[in-house]
């Protein structure tokens, strides 16, 4: 583990270069078990295992039993004791690139009716470096307790300019609205510029309603133009959470730096999170060796700033969100959980009177790639190696 932690610092791990240099490298698919050390007395348990990367979990609806999807196309159902296959999507989606495949999923808000979940994923096509596929947002219907790729919809379709930082992350808000997370377009250093470009989708969270088999913006910009783009000048949001009071939390992977999670008391808020201007709470340097560039806070008023920035020391090299708990009654309780893909190191949040407290609550050896609730409130950790772990 300590070479792939030393290849991993200053790259940003779930953002790392479309040709990476040479000290970045992936790691294996391998797991090693779940040791935790923890000032605040959690357990590390072994919850359910047998995936290949599984990037979300979410509560059925309507059964007692929550479904698992994963990076690989599959999703799986686990009622505590039996785990069922609810689709294969493998050969409807790429794999060809890490950051690629089925990237999110949400039950629909009429699902009880229409048996109805949206997809965000990558499309198939050839595995060429020189070939980035779309990023599609999709519908489809379980029959039968079961998904196949025949009665996938595509909704709509990004065109992707390079294969990495794809976001696809989908949050429901109710009534039939959701929100979309999508990357600023990959390779590094934001190349396109599109972090700050509103006129597309890239780097942003959108927004959306979903209804007779179609999306609609539900947005206006300021010249009163339907838009899809609620918030902008994000490098690639892994994953994002609104709490119950309509914040908004966003762990945003970096580049060479900084690692940054943002937060808006109302989600409905638009802002500008600052890529590729600043990195953190940095101006943003593209270069590996210039990280400590003070902000230039009066030409960059109008950037929403971090509440929460560190640097990639000891190990650490991507953000990874990151789930609000409000369903424990212990001291995680109303706290955004998050954690680093490299040092498995895992922090807690809460919004206070004077801003937010920040603290470690655990250190552990897994290479963390999401957070979920368990069937009876567990804090699950979601690992690059297949295994799923709860912290109890």
């Known amino acids: 583990m300590s070479l792939v932690l030393a290849s991993c610092c200053f790259t940003g791990c779930l953002g790392e270069e479309e040709d990476p240099p040479s000290r970045f490298s992936w790691p294996e698919s391998e797991g090693t078990g779940c040791e935790v050390s923890s000032d605040v007395f959690l357990n590390c348990t072994e919850y359910v295992t047998g995936f290949t990367t599984p990037v979300k979990v979410l509560h059925h609806p309507v059964l007692e039993e929550i479904w698992i999807v994963d ?62 596929a779309n990023l599609i947002l999709a519908e489809a219907t379980v029959i039968n307790g079961t998904i196949t790729g025949d009665n996938l919809n595509v909704l709509f379709e990004i065109e992707q300019p390079f294969r990495n930082h794809n976001g696809g992350s989908i949050q429901g808000l ?33 927004m959306f309603k979903h209804a007779n088999h179609s999306i609609e913006p539900v947005l206006y910009d300021e010249d009163g133009n339907e838009t899809f783009v609620l918030h902008y000048g994000l490098r690639n949001p892994w994953k994002f959470d609104v709490d119950g009071s309509g914040g ?96 498995g190191l895992v922090w807690m949040t809460q919004p206070t009177a004077d801003g937010v407290e920040h603290q470690q609550i655990a250190d552990t050896n897994l290479f963390l790639v999401g957070f979920g609730q368990g069937l009876n409130d567990e804090l699950l950790l979601l690992t690059w190696t297949g295994e799923i772990y709860a912290l109890t």
């Open 248 to 343: 908004l939390w966003i762990a945003d992977v970096g580049q060479y730096c900084f690692e940054e999670v943002n937060y808006i008391e109302n989600y409905t808020h638009t802002s500008n999170f600052g890529w590729s201007v600043t990195e953190g709470l940095h101006q943003f340097r593209a270069s590996d060796e210039d990280c400590d560039v003070p902000l230039y806070e009066e030409e960059n008023s109008s950037i929403t700033l971090p509440i929460i920035e560190y640097d990639h020391n000891d190990g650490n090299c991507s953000v990874t969100g990151g789930e609000f708990v409000e369903w424990r009654n212990d001291m995680l309780n109303n706290s955004y959980v998050f954690g680093d893909f490299c040092s």
């Open 174 to 206: 109710g009534s039939n609205e959701y929100l979309w997370g999508i990357g600023d377009g990959g390779s590094s250093k934001d190349p396109l510029e599109n972090g700050q470009n509103r006129s597309n989708l890239f780097g942003s969270i959108v």
């Open 71 to 132: 990076l690989s196309g599959h999703i799986s159902s686990w009622d505590g004791q039996e785990k069922r296959e609810i689709a294969n999507l493998s050969e409807s989606i790429s794999t060809c690139h890490n950051e690629q495949g089925l990237l999110g999923m949400e039950f629909t808000d009429d699902f009880a009716t229409t048996g109805m979940v949206l997809l965000s994923y990558i499309d198939t096509g050839p595995c060429r470096t020189d070939y980035a």
